[in-house]
């Protein structure tokens, strides 16, 4: 009896270890399905960004990334079936905080950046269990600083540009970055 619930046991086991289980989760598809959303992402946050700039300057601009981005987000996740968000070790908005998995991660990319790795290309993805059991698909990919986030993420920002951010964010930690920094990473998972 308990040898048959051993081998039971032990059947299960290799049946999870077997190639064709793994084929189930396609991890390609996946990654090029999760480097897609954040396409889509990141264009239109440029985008709004871009015409905020031009119709209101700069001011406008904040208030885009701080009333819009999070909107945008929810409704590109939604749409394609992941849960998608932007987070750093430097925060800006205490909302966007790395969980566990999110920090670890950050952490590996920061390690990875100072040791010259190219921040383009940097992306890192696991399949994990979450608190319900269900497996999920966890992506993250860096997300580097260019010359066009330093009016709001640099050193020397406008006098006005920093009272409306000391107004919004009394803690923002998002300043001081250069360009081809590491300033955070978009995060996406999709329960498989
Ligand atoms: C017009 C000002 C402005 C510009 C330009 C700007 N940002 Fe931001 N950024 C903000 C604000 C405001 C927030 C906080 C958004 C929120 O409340 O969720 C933010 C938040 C973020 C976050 C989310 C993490 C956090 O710290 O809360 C990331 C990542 C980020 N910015 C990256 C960038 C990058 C990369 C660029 C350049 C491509 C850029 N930003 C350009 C103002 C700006």
Redesign the pocket.
């Known amino acids: 009896m308990n040898k048959l619930w051993a081998t039971g046991a032990l059947c299960a086991l290799t049946a999870l270890a077997t190639p064709a289980v793994a084929e189930q989760i396609n991890i390609p598809a996946l990654q090029a399905e999760g480097k897609t959303v954040i396409k889509t992402l ?1 264009g239109e ?2 985008a709004e ?1 871009k015409k ?2 031009k119709t209101s300057g ?10 819009k ?2 909107p945008i987000t929810a409704r590109i996740s939604a749409a394609k079936g992941w849960t998608v968000s ?3 070790l ?7 905080a790395p969980d566990n998995w999110e920090k670890g991660v950050l952490e590996l990319f920061a390690k990875q950046a100072s040791a010259g790795a190219n921040l383009q290309k940097m992306a890192f993805s696991q399949v994990v269990m979450n608190d319900e059991g269900d497996k999920v698909f966890r992506m993250m990919k860096a ?4 010359d ?6 640099g050193s020397a920002l406008q006098p006005a ?1 920093a009272s409306k ?1 000391d107004m ?2 009394p803690n ?3 300043r001081g970055f250069n360009s081809g920094d590491l ?4 995060s996406l998972q999709k329960v498989l």
């Open positions: 990141a946050l440029g960004l905020a700039a700069l001011d406008g601009a904040i208030q885009v990334c701080n009333t981005a999070m932007r987070t750093s430097k925060l800006r908005n205490p909302d966007n997300i580097p600083v260019g066009n986030c330093l009016a709001c993420h540009v951010l919004l964010y923002d930690h998002a300033r955070g990473a978009f």
